[in-house]
């Protein structure tokens, strides 16, 4: 893999290029910004560029051993720390500090990777880190990958170099599906439209697959709606793994419906979710902004119930009839501030 492999991110790679070039690499960077844009392949082709054999101005080479081991996911100086089931446990991040530390086999440098870093919700996990971010071993980096970054303790804030990630825009998305999937310019377009600026996004739509986008509008329909409510434990349960991951996606969708309610139609260049203007006008014209902004508070509130490893089944219960009794209470609220 190369940069140009990557989709979007144009300062970013100019960045790590020029640390690359200059050897003037921090021992630990977060990469923050919302989830499905990228950042963890960004991770992974920083760990090859600075093992590569034959790097370039484009980036790794892509087929010298390191690079092939990275790509198979077998490279024994890349470490990454993945969460299991929504959780990241003292006894993982403990495992990840000790490969961290082992003597280095085939890489000029030990690379740690740790996702999702904000389900490190209990501060003596975030703690097990800390001294290990603030001195890490010689010839390693560490890059925390993060969608909340506001969760993050302030002390393991300040031992990182910050690199944000936006959004990636239609155009960047548009051309990097229609050559990876070989579609028509029509097709690709529609998809990067509905992929709301999520590679993630489009590779599900390009695919196939539902995307997150749909699956937060079926739990949206559904708790707003007059559908029984119990019958959703069955879908809790099989998406699971990626509730948060619609919850957030859900609250970036009632974001939108609060700027448009604000703004208007002059805000819609600025929505992320242009491609569903009827359904924001529908919602904006049903659902007051006191409502609407309530809504984004719990949800944030129960993403953070989540990542603390609380009940699974009565956090999400008490946040659906939160809603329903919201609604029911204001029926016809538009008008309600």
């Not at 990777?113 to 800390?130: D, G």
Request: proline content about 3%; aromatic content about 10%.
């Amino acid at each position: 893999m190369s940069w140009s492999e990557i989709c979007g991110h144009k300062l970013q790679k100019q960045f790590f290029q020029r640390v690359f070039q200059n050897q003037s690499q921090s021992h630990s960077y977060l990469f923050s910004g919302p989830e499905g844009i990228g950042k963890t392949t960004f991770a992974f082709e920083i760990a090859r560029l600075f093992n590569c054999e034959h790097p370039s101005n484009d980036g790794s080479c892509g087929s010298c051993q390191n690079c092939r081991l990275i790509n198979a996911g077998t490279h024994p100086d890349v470490i990454l720390l993945s969460p299991r089931e929504n959780k990241i446990l003292v006894e993982d991040v403990r495992d990840f500090i000790f490969r961290l530390g082992l003597q280095r086999v085939y890489g000029k440098f030990r690379i740690g990777i740790v996702e999702s870093t904000e389900l490190f919700s209990k501060e003596e996990i975030q703690n097990c880190l800390l001294k290990t971010v603030e001195e890490p071993p010689e010839n390693s980096i560490i890059i925390l990958l993060t969608s909340q970054v506001q969760i993050l303790l302030p002390t393991l804030l300040s031992r990182c170099q910050r690199i944000h990630f936006q959004l990636l825009n239609q155009e960047s998305i548009k051309k990097f599906i229609k050559k990876k999937y070989n579609l028509t310019d029509q097709k690709a377009g529609d998809i990067a439209e509905q992929s709301l600026g999520r590679l993630r996004n489009a590779f599900d739509l390009a695919e196939g697959n539902q995307p997150l986008i749909e699956k937060s509008f079926f739990l949206w329909d559904w708790i707003t709606g007059e559908n029984e409510i119990f019958s959703l434990g069955s879908w809790f349960i099989e998406n699971k793994d990626k509730i948060i991951e619609i919850f957030s996606q859900l609250e970036w969708y009632l974001r939108d419906i609060m700027i448009f309610q604000f703004i208007g139609r002059d805000g819609e260049r600025i929505l992320s979710h242009s491609g569903f203007k009827k359904r924001i006008v529908d919602d904006s014209n049903r659902l007051s902004p006191r409502i609407i902004s309530r809504f984004i508070l719990e949800i944030e509130q129960l993403e953070k119930d989540l990542k603390s490893n609380l009940n699974y089944d009565t956090t999400l219960l008490h946040f659906v009839l939160m809603v329903r009794e919201e609604l029911n209470s204001a029926p016809c609220c538009r008008n309600q501030v």
